[in-house]
């Protein structure tokens, strides 16, 4: 019983400590991409989909942002796929949107995947860039993106995700540190496990149309690429900014939808948890897998810890100590990050009873925009 709580509660610091280290152990022993100097522009024509079942107001905001990009305005389309559940008609956004700027049905059943598949359907480039409503890009993350896909050996390229919330909590943000420092290891050493949703481009000719009710593109898409031969880079200088704010409730709700479409791609497409046939196997354990079992892991780890030393005649003053870090956790700042741990259980409970739509109309508070 004791070697099941060493190998459970060691599996949770691997995952979160030893994996992060090792990666960029490995990742600072492999050459970089190879690529030109940053563009201010790229010479090559870019498509920007945006999906979205947002307000006419809202979207015009947005692809007004997309449209103040340095790209060349002649090399840059942008192709607006409304959801088939918008309350709103296609009609009501052309009214707003620049004349350019092609309004498209998503296709039924409707939700983001099919909303992008007709996005994608409707683009006329090689390159495709995904963005989503409520970010906003920086000027130059377009070209920077096309820039990356120069390279022949990438397939698809990830932005980086940036919040511009100051309040949010120190918690989240030193996850959103450790996750650029895991993903900058991840594309050095080969791909990136997955991308960022509201920025990200890929090959229109590696594009595989999206299952309905697929809650995760960001994984999905960059699984697949990697298995046709291709890397996902990632960009840190394209980055997206978010301008909305979300209180804690809402991040549970947005952890606990990304744990279950991770769910749902291991579901759907069980090759990725093949080592034989996913490239990226080693990584979407540790990076991914692995984190969805810390609860269980931890669960295992402590009562099997727990009960050998009950088992040693220290039950009494196992009890004592789990209650007092129990009170000294709930009672500080390690109370929000234990109720996380939290996320992955119903992750898995909407995963048994097969729950996939999750795509809801955004729910964080929309921050001033400076015009």
Not at 29 to 49: E, Q
Not at 75 to 84: F, R
Not at 127 to 137: E, M, W
């Amino acid at each position: 019983m004791m070697l099941v709580a060493v190998v459970a509660l060691a599996l949770v610091v691997m995952t979160w400590v030893g994996y992060p280290l090792v990666a960029a152990l490995v990742a600072s022993r492999r050459p970089p991409l190879s690529f030109g100097a940053p563009p201010h522009a790229s010479d090559r024509a870019v498509t920007v989909v945006l999906a979205t079942r947002e307000s006419p107001r809202v979207v015009v905001d947005r692809v007004h942002d997309l449209l103040a990009s340095t790209q060349p305005r002649h090399l840059l389309d942008v192709v607006v796929a409304v959801d088939v559940a918008s309350p709103y008609a296609l009609a009501d956004y052309g009214a707003v949107l620049p004349t350019d700027v092609r309004v498209v049905a998503g296709d039924a059943p409707g939700g983001k995947a099919t909303t992008l598949n007709a996005g994608v359907r409707a683009a006329s480039t090689e390159i495709l860039v995904f963005a989503d409503s409520a970010q906003r890009f920086a000027p130059a993350a377009i070209p920077e993106l096309a820039h990356f896909l120069s390279n022949c050996d990438l397939g698809a390229v990830s932005g980086a995700y940036q919040t511009q919330d100051a309040t949010g909590s120190p918690l989240l943000r030193g996850f959103w540190w450790l996750e650029t420092r895991i993903r900058r290891a991840e594309a050095r050493i080969h791909s990136l496990v997955a991308v960022t949703g509201a920025i990200y481009a890929i090959r229109k000719s590696l594009w595989r149309p999206l299952p309905p009710d697929l809650i995760c593109d960001d994984l999905y898409v960059p699984l697949h690429v990697a298995a046709g031969g291709y890397r996902v880079g990632f960009c840190e200088t394209a980055i997206a900014s978010d301008v909305r704010t979300f209180d804690r409730r809402q991040e549970f709700s947005r952890k606990v939808r990304t744990l279950t479409g991770m769910l749902q791609v291991c579901g759907w497409c069980p090759w990725v948890l093949s080592p034989l046939a996913n490239p990226l196997w080693l990584q979407f354990v540790f990076h991914k897998l692995l984190r969805l079992a810390t609860p269980y892991l931890l669960l295992v780890g402590l009562s099997a810890g727990g009960w050998v030393l009950a088992q040693r005649g220290l039950g009494a003053e196992v009890a004592i100590a789990l209650s007092l870090l129990g009170i000294a956790v709930f009672a500080g700042p390690g109370a929000w990050a234990i109720s996380l741990q939290a996320a992955p259980i119903v992750a898995t409970f909407n995963a048994i009873r097969g729950r996939w739509s999750v795509w809801s109309m955004p729910a964080g508070r929309e921050r001033p925009i400076p015009h």
